[in-house]
């Protein structure tokens, strides 16, 4: 039942609902920049700028985002997100996602959006055993991770085709924001040059930032839904609804796991070759 996967991608204990960060640039003329956007319907909407790479480059800001679901953007939202130039949208949301929570960008200026159909019913089965433990739904969370870097690899594949092609400012979605898409952040900041440790700091902000009241569509979940996460155990459900970093490693196990280890992974199943990652970072790099 599709409601399995909104379980998995719904509430999450924060400790600051959006918060904004201000960063400031280095240099003379500092100029402020917003890590998490002030959007009064958005949902874990970041910006993956001024992240430092291994060769003291810099992520450029104001191009790169990573997002939940847009269905309860505001009027004042889209205009903030058209002021940026937001001109392609990669929403990674199973058809039954979209179809239950669907956005309704402006015709003005409206972006290019790219999803898939699919269906993710059976992904998530093993979170509906009874007295599910917190262990029980950190090894769930672990598997289905393990196995994201291919089941989602045509998406991702297709999101680093816009990025290489430089059809930006783009932004990139799931549900929540932080499954799907975090392995994606996570793949972006890492062929960027990124650190890993830095790559796992963006991933972990989920678990502020993303809002648990507006479930993982922006809008209150279903009923069947909320009557599963009442009768959950609380340790189980912080697990469920968080992000940890055992998660992550999951998905990375895997791509080293593939024929040429993670390079073999980025060649054959995002087809990004040499070339394509020295376009990338020569466009969303910057010496500040």
């Known amino acids: 039942m599709h409601h399995h996967f909104r379980l998995a991608a719904a509430l999450l204990v924060m400790s600051t609902p ?20 002030t959007l009064e319907g958005g949902q874990n909407f970041r910006d993956l700028g001024g992240y430092r790479t291994t060769d003291g480059r810099q ?38 996602e979209r179809d239950a929570a669907p956005v309704r960008w402006p015709d003005k200026n409206k972006p290019a959006v790219f999803a898939d159909d699919y269906s993710m019913d059976r992904d998530f089965a093993g979170l509906m055993r009874p007295n599910l433990t917190g262990a029980q739904a950190a090894d769930v969370m672990t598997e289905a991770y393990s196995k994201m870097p291919i089941r989602f690899a045509s998406q991702y594949r297709r999101m680093f085709a816009e990025l290489v092609a430089g059809r930006v400012p783009l932004a990139f979605n799931c549900s929540a924001g932080k499954d799907r898409t975090g392995i994606a952040a996570a793949l972006v900041l890492t062929v960027l040059g990124v650190p890993r440790a ?11 930032y993303y809002d648990p009241r507006k479930g993982a569509s922006g809008t209150a979940a279903d009923d069947k839904t909320s009557a599963f996460m009442k009768n959950l155990p609380a340790d189980a459900l ?41 376009t990338l970072r020569a466009r969303y790099l910057t010496r500040d």
Request: proline residues 2%; charged residues 25%; aromatic residues 10%.
């Open 238 to 278: 912080k697990k469920l609804i968080g992000v940890d970093r055992r998660y992550l490693d999951a998905a990375f196990a895997t791509m080293r796991a593939q024929p040429g280890g993670f390079d073999g992974y980025l060649r054959d199943q995002l087809h990004l070759d040499a070339a394509a990652i020295r």
């Open 59 to 96: 992520v450029k800001w104001r191009v790169l985002y990573r997002s939940g679901a847009m269905n309860g953007l505001t009027d004042a939202d889209f205009a903030q997100l058209e002021a940026r130039g937001i001109r392609t949208v990669c929403d990674f949301r199973s058809t039954s």
């Open 198 to 208: 830095t790559v796992m700091e963006d991933y972990l902000l989920s678990n502020r």
């Open 18 to 37: 959006f918060a904004t960060v201000a960063i400031a640039k280095q240099g003379p003329a500092a100029t402020q920049h917003q890590r998490v956007l």
